[in-house]
């Protein structure tokens, strides 16, 4: 498997009753389990993952959904300009203009099995292009589209830049 480090996965991540959800501003909301997911189309890509904890896996090949395919089938209203990414934990955000997270990939699979829990399974956002760190949300449990630029305390840089402390 990767060399990607792992965190404790919290408690109220549970791989068995994962569901996504596209809510916010769509035009219509949507509920997915995995196998939804291995309906749509996906991409393939290797790329290294660097974290600000210093450490760097390399050659990762992540198989996803482009989140532009999710959001395309959610439709978004014409107010929606960005998007909170919630992890299944309740407590990690990340936020994104809409144009940069379409561009990004949800991962279901990671050096070609199913990406385990540990590793942010059953789906992680894996930010194509240059990304920081913190913003390969693990567990995505939602995509909430948003009308305006939302604040820093919907984002999860604090709680991941504690872990470097």
């Known amino acids: ?13 549970d791989a068995d009753a994962w569901r996504l959800g596209v809510t916010g501003a769509v035009g219509r909301e949507m509920d997915a389990d995995v196998a939804d997911l291995a309906t749509l189309p996906t991409e393939t890509f290797t790329a290294d993952f660097s974290c600000v904890e210093g450490w760097v896996a390399e050659d990762l090949t992540w198989r996803g959904v482009r989140v532009g395919d999710l959001l395309e089938r959610a439709g978004p209203t014409a107010a929606a300009t960005h998007a ?43 930010p194509t292009g240059a990304a920081d760190c913190w913003e390969s949300v693990k567990w995505v449990a939602e995509i909430e589209l948003v ?19």
Do not use: N, Q
Request: net charge negative; hydrophobic share 40%; proline share 9%.
């Open 84 to 126: 909170l990414v919630r992890a299944m934990d309740g407590a990690y955000a990340c936020s994104f203009p809409l144009e940069r997270l379409s561009e990004a990939v949800l991962a279901i699979e990671l050096d070609g099995a199913p990406l385990p829990i540990e590793h942010g399974g059953p789906a992680r956002l894996v």
């Open 147 to 165: 009308d305006s630029p939302p604040g820093d305390d919907d984002t999860a840089k604090s709680i991941a830049l504690s872990r470097v402390e």
């Open 1 to 13: 498997m990767s060399d990607l480090e792992t965190h404790d996965v919290p408690e109220d991540v």
